[in-house]
């Protein structure tokens, strides 16, 4: 069983928005940190955003400040991203992380993250 499965993505003109959802399978992210990298061909992986538990604290990547948010439903194992005013750079497969060793402090390091779903594809055409 996958333990995150990623969903939403999808092409969509400049300026539009897509919602992303990240089902986790087991009780282990009930308390971890989760959060969303991206990659676009031929780039280095790179952090978008990332939510403590209990939605207490969410960190963003300085180009998706203010366009992207980041929220998660504990009942229901489920983290988004809702992508606003999304812009043909923001193109990239995004993946679902999951960091069940901090509940409260958020690693932006890819090192930090323990689960990785396989991603959903987002492409904005201009």
């Known amino acids: 069983q996958v333990p995150l499965v990623e969903t939403g993505g999808g092409l969509v003109q400049a300026g539009g928005s897509l919602r992303l959802s990240c089902t986790a399978s087991?009780?282990?992210?009930?308390?971890?940190?989760m959060g969303w990298f991206r990659q676009a061909p031929g780039k280095d992986r790179e952090f978008v955003a990332a939510?403590?538990?209990?939605?207490?604290?969410?960190e963003y990547e300085e180009s998706v400040k203010g366009r992207f948010i980041i929220s998660r439903d504990d009942a229901k194992n489920i983290i988004y991203l809702q992508m606003n005013n999304l812009q043909p750079e923001d193109s990239a497969t995004y993946l679902c992380v999951a960091d069940p060793k901090r509940a409260h402090v958020i690693s932006r390091a890819e090192v930090s993250f323990n689960y990785w779903g396989q991603g959903t594809q987002v492409t904005v055409s201009s």
């Open positions: 939510i403590t538990y209990n939605s207490g604290v969410a």
């Open positions: 087991g009780g282990t992210f009930n308390r971890a940190v």
